[in-house]
């Protein structure tokens, strides 16, 4: 996983700005005033302001060595704003040199990889060094940029150096190599309280803890360099709304790792009581005004830990800082909230009770600082940060506001991690061989089921893409693609509505179609991960079979078909290639893989219940869409957990829709599309007993997934005991004699209200009944599965009481519930099958 992007980038913090000007009436009122603040645009003469309160001003007088380094302007003009036009260049070594006073400063750096005039952009490779210290280390700045998860070509560093009496600030760019340039875009230079992360050695409190052992010091000889700084529960705070040293906060959602979570505002009416333990410039209001917990209530959040997970570069020490402040109105003393920190996995406070600290006191802010070294082992590992309730906690809950994490340097004074691994050589492709696994582990099933079912033919095609955002929108070079669109008279290719890629580039994206690249494998062919854009965006590139001439026609239709279907929760079509007897499709790839690769046969980590609703509710809408929202009906005809992709944020995406008109291009399997498609264990008997197709036949299959997820088991186990063989059956059955707990995944015991699984367990058999006309729409399977959502958070949030262990709910299902009639749903739920509004039906 690319992970050095996650710093901030400065993308997404500009356009917040724009949204937010009320943030600029309450910078007049700055908490801390910074004795310097230099804001320099490199390589310009003139002076301007942005919106991020930022005065820049001219570098010249501060350039102290190398006067013959020579400013250039960016090809590629900036899309934000800041000191991205001009940056300062060089093939040999140049200094700053900044007459500051002593104590601790920022210092950030500021780039804009791209090219500019006579200096091109791949070309950059260098190291940047502040007094002792080593803050990049042959730094390629292009690698880095494309390596980064967030739009744009900005990166940007934060370092907290502290100087001494008559010290200068001085800054060396220095070149790698004679080939290769260093450039700079901007510095800033801002002052901050001694105190503020170095350890005041005449205090005798709040020095950092080494976790799991005793204290340490910050000592003012030490750099450190910002590697997050997060607003948990809370939105991205622009430079503006700091407390005076224009330092940025970003919301914590990319890093939470547990779906059971909530955030709480408690607004701005309790006024904060800083204490000279947590001055008031420590963090801005907002950030202990917000605040995330479990998620769920009583003894269910004694069953998981509220997790965050902190990518960093191994073989570093990090100074961890945990931002508390209770304002929560059921919480009144100590003892009332008490919970573990576990940092990397290590008990680092066996009991965090914020009211413990203040004596008592609410609305006061406090700030904890740990210390954990990290060993060199793998490239881009997680400092994990786990929070779980006290077991004699009166509230068994766990909370946190803010968490910022400061890299130390080493005693060699070096800061620098390594670049990150080029695309696409080097690249680990952890997914291939889990993907491998599925493949094996399907041809099994197939294999076994086949003759049973004979005569029908099927097509498991174990197709996974993986794959995410795209980043560009490109229009479609019309004229390059005419020859072969015309060679068959067949229409013209979709113009304006997805992108054209040469046989070169896919080439290029797929270094040949290596078959280490490859993430899947299926009937019409095999399945790349490739990158294009320079490598700036991961794709996943499915390339048919080569050969007969048949489908050329079905696949230029195919083609201008998916690229009009978009939808939250489909998979988008990002383009196409169609020459030298090539057809091939490029899509999103999607970083989580398979719905399918989380549920069983996995070593990741289960999902939890409500992560799992939220995916089923995801994916129906997609199927929903589908089935009503392009111009015909769309039948997937092959709805299974291997074909519900999940990105990067856990959103579910269908994939695989439509293409199962491209059948296989040998003449042997011209038949297959006019025969039963699907697979084995998710297959509508309806549908090859009578061999008639209607979208009922994907809701069948959808109810087989709803199976999967509540059971975390695949649909047929031929090694199992006979009852327990099929799912569809032992659900049916146990259903029936009011016992369907006894399937549930045993990894979600303890997360799911009573309700809710009663409810769910309802909605999956309701899909699986045997006459297609008696099943819901996918429509109403959205509704319904909304309403178990609310149902499991209204359990959660109290409203429902009882949070209980479904297990001890056998009477939960005591009336027998073996002939479901939709109808019944309707009034069960209290809700009309017309109410069920798709909130975003396009
Ligand atoms: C911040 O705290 C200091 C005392 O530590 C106080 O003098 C100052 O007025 C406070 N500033 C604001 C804006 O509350
Ligand atoms: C830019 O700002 C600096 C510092 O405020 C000032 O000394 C200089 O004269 C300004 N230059 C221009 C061109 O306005
Ligand atoms: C930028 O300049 C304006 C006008 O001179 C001043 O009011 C503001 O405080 C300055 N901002 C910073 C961050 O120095
Ligand atoms: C920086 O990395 C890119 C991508 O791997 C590479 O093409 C380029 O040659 C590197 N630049 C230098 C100067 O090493
Ligand atoms: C910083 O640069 C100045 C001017 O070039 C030089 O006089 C001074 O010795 C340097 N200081 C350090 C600590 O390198
Ligand atoms: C919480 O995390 C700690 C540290 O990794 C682990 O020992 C503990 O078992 C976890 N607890 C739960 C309920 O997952
Ligand atoms: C950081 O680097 C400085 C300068 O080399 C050194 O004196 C200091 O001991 C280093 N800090 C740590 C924690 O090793």
Redesign the pocket.
């Known amino acids: 996983m690319d992970t050095s992007g996650t710093r901030i980038a400065l993308g997404t913090i500009l356009p917040i700005l724009l949204l937010c000007l009320p943030y600029f009436s309450i910078a007049v009122d700055v908490i801390y005033r910074p004795v310097e603040l230099l804001s320099i645009n490199c390589g310009s003469?003139?002076?301007f302001s942005t919106l991020d309160g930022r005065n820049w001003?001219?570098d010249i007088k501060f350039l102290s060595e190398n006067k013959d380094s020579v400013a250039a302007s960016a090809l590629t003009p900036s899309t934000q704003q800041g000191p991205y036009t001009y940056a300062r260049f060089s093939h040999s070594q140049f200094t700053y040199s900044f007459p500051v006073s002593a104590g601790p400063k920022f210092l950030r750096l500021f780039f804009y990889s791209t090219s500019y005039q006579n200096f091109d952009r791949s070309k950059s490779d260098f190291s940047v060094k502040a007094g002792p210290y080593t803050l990049l280390h042959d730094f390629n700045a292009s690698l880095n940029a494309d390596a980064g998860d967030e739009p744009g070509n900005y990166l940007f560093r934060e370092y907290c150096i502290n100087l001494k009496d008559g010290e200068r600030l001085n800054i060396t760019f220095i070149p790698s190599t004679t080939d290769s340039y260093a450039f700079i875009n901007g510095i800033e230079v801002v002052s901050m309280p001694p105190y503020l992360y170095y350890t005041n050695l005449d205090d005798n409190t709040g020095f950092p803890q080494i976790v799991g052992g005793v204290t340490y010091t910050i000592e003012s000889k030490s750099a450190l360099e910002k590697i997050y700084r997060l607003n948990v529960a809370g939105t991205n705070i622009p430079p503006t709304g700091d407390t005076g040293m224009l330092r940025t906060w970003e919301a914590d959602d990319n890093y939470v790792t547990t779906q059971s979570n909530i955030s709480v505002d408690f607004g701005g009416i309790t006024k904060l009581s800083f204490t000279t333990a947590t001055e008031n410039y420590t963090a801005p209001d907002k950030v202990y005004r917000s605040s995330r917990s479990m998620g769920t209530s009583g003894s269910l959040n004694m069953g998981f830990n509220l997790t965050w997970q902190l990518p960093v570069d191994s073989g570093f020490t990090y100074l961890l800082r945990l931002h508390f402040c209770q304002l929560d109105p059921h919480v009144h003393q100590a003892g009332d909230l008490e919970f573990y920190i576990y940092i990397a996995d290590q008990l680092a406070t066996d009991r965090a009770d914020v009211l413990l600290w203040t004596i008592n006191q609410k609305a006061v802010p406090v700030v904890t600082d740990y210390i954990v070294s990290i060993p060199v082992n793998q490239k881009k590992p997680n400092i994990s940060l786990k929070l779980h309730p006290h077991p004699k906690s009166r509230i068994k809950d766990a909370q946190l506001n803010g968490i910022e994490l400061f890299k130390i340097n080493h005693s060699t004074g070096n800061l620098a991690g390594p670049n990150p691994d080029p695309h696409p050589k080097t690249f680990e492709f952890p997914l291939q061989s889990k993907n491998k696994k599925s493949k094996g582990r399907t041809g099994t099933i197939t294999a076994a089921v086949a003759g049973a079912v004979s005569g029908v033919v099927m097509l498991s095609l174990i197709v996974a893409f993986f794959l995410i955002k795209r980043k560009k929108n490109v229009a479609i070079d019309e004229g390059s693609n005419k020859k072969d669109g015309t060679s068959q008279g067949g229409g013209s290719l979709p113009a304006n509505l997805c992108r054209h890629f040469s046989i070169a580039e896919i080439k290029a994206a797929t270094n040949n179609f290596d078959e280490l690249l490859v993430v899947g494998v299926g009937g019409f062919g095999n399945v790349y991960k490739g990158y294009i854009d320079e490598g700036s965006t991961h794709v996943a590139i499915k390339r048919l079979k080569p050969g007969s001439q048949q489908g050329e026609q079905e696949f230029v239709n195919e083609i201008e078909m998916l690229s009009q279907l978009r939808h939250l929760n489909l998979v988008s079509l990002i383009g196409y290639c169609y020459e030298s007897n090539e057809m091939i499709l490029v899509y999103d790839f999607m970083d989580q893989g398979t719905l399918c690769e989380h549920l069983y046969g996995t070593d990741n980590p289960s999902l939890s219940w409500k992560q799992r609703l939220q995916i089923c509710i995801g994916a129906a809408r997609g199927l929903h869409y589908l089935h009503t929202g392009a111009k015909h009906m769309i039948i997937h005809r092959d709805v299974k957990s291997t074909n519900i992709l999940l990105d990067e944020k856990w959103v579910a995406k269908v994939s695989d829709f439509g293409l199962s008109r491209i059948g296989p291009t040998g003449s042997s399997m011209t038949h297959v599309s006019t025969k039963v498609k699907g697979s084995i264990g998710y297959l509508d008997p309806e549908y090859y007993k009578r061999q008639r197709l209607t979208e009922k036949s994907d809701v069948y299959s959808f109810g087989v997934v709803l199976l999967e997820v509540l059971s975390g088991r695949q649909p047929l186990i031929r090694t199992a005991e006979k009852q327990k063989m099929s799912l569809v059956d032992w659900a049916k059955h146990r259903y029936a004699k009011g016992s369907l707990g006894e399937i549930v995944d045993p990894a979600l015991k303890g997360q799911i209200a009573t309700e809710c699984i009663h409810k769910f367990g309802e909605v999956a058999l309701s899909c699986l009944l045997e006459d297609g006309t008696q099943r819901p729409s996918m429509k109403d399977v959205v509704g319904m599965l909304e309403f178990v959502l609310q149902l499991q958070d209204s359990a959660v949030n109290g409203v429902v009481v009882s949070g209980g262990d479904y297990e001890d709910s056998e009477d939960m299902f005591s009336s027998t519930h073996s002939s479901i009639q939709l109808s019944n749903y309707s009034n069960s739920t209290g809700l009309n099958t017309t109410s069920y509004g798709s909130k975003e039906s396009d």
């Open positions: 003469s003139s002076n001003t001219a």
